[in-house]
Antibody, heavy 119, light 114 residues
Framework: QLQLQESGPGLVKPSETLSLTCTVS??????????WGWIRQPPGKGLEWIGS???????YYNPSLKSRVTISVDTSKNQFSLKLSSVTAADTAVYYC???????????WGQGTLVTVSS | DIVMTQSPDSLAVSLGERATINCKSS????????????LAWYQQKPGQPPKLLIY???TRESGVPDRFSGSGSGTDFTLTISSLQAEDVAVYYC??????????FGPGTKVDIK
């Protein structure tokens, strides 16, 4: 059974860079036909796609966040990572890592990790 | 960008009654080459990640009870819970993945017991 697990600091200071890693187990991140993405959810609000990466390293970002987002992949560790720069309080959210493709949408999700931006 | 809207924002339904949620996309998510709508529905309970219920607008994910059904095509879609159970209290989101790897979610509809 595929599992995804987010890890990283739960508290980030304003103007700094948020960094999270997603570790994939029970399957290979190098599987074709799937993308590996980040989705966030501010407290009490809806879901926002941040960006995704293919195992080859091709990246795709939400235009509204593109200038601040970097997603990378480490196939040797079966991990992919998110960096979001110049964070503000508006970036406080639960961050989910997930697998998605063109057939079924987002079929596997991590449990999510709350990241709070505060001094 | 494809913008997704949902209605209503929330609804309260008696146990055993039908719940209906609507979703609309700003452009068609029907892929003409395979005649499939790239529209999914998710259920999210408090403190949990969303769970995939339906994809291709009307195909239930494995293990999803058959009281959940999806319908619609093009730009207008519906999620129906035929007989609401207590465990169905949740927020429901539609999502277009026509523009995969880019995708967008609707704002969500909260379902409660009346």
């Amino acid at each position: 059974q595929l599992q995804l697990q987010e890890s990283g600091p739960g508290l980030v200071k304003p103007s700094e860079t948020l960094s999270l890693t997603c570790t994939v187990s029970g399957g290979s991140i190098s599987s074709s036909s799937y993308y590996w993405g980040w989705i966030r959810q501010p407290p009490g609000k809806g879901l926002e796609w941040i960006g995704s990466i293919y195992y080859s390293g091709s990246t795709y970002y939400n235009p509204s966040l593109k200038s601040r987002v970097t997603i990378s992949v480490d196939t040797s560790k079966n991990q992919f990572s998110l960096k979001l720069s110049s964070v503000t309080a508006a970036d406080t959210a639960v961050y989910y890592c997930a697998r998605h493709g063109g057939l079924r949408g987002v079929d596997y999700w991590g449990q999510g990790t709350l990241v709070t931006v505060s001094s | 960008d494809i913008v997704m809207t949902q209605s209503p924002d929330s609804l309260a339904v008696s146990l055993g009654e039908r719940a209906t949620i609507n979703c609309k996309s700003s452009q068609s998510v029907l892929y003409s080459s395979n005649n499939k709508n790239y529209l999914a529905w998710y259920q999210q309970k408090p403190g949990q990640p969303p769970k995939l219920l339906i994809y291709w607008a009307s195909t239930r994910e494995s293990g999803v009870p058959d009281r959940f059904s999806g319908s619609g095509s093009g730009t207008d879609f519906t999620l129906t819970i035929s007989s609401l159970q207590a465990e169905d209290v949740a927020v429901y989101y539609c999502q277009q993945y026509y523009s995969t790897p880019l995708f967008t979610f609707g704002p969500g509809t909260k379902v409660d017991i009346k």
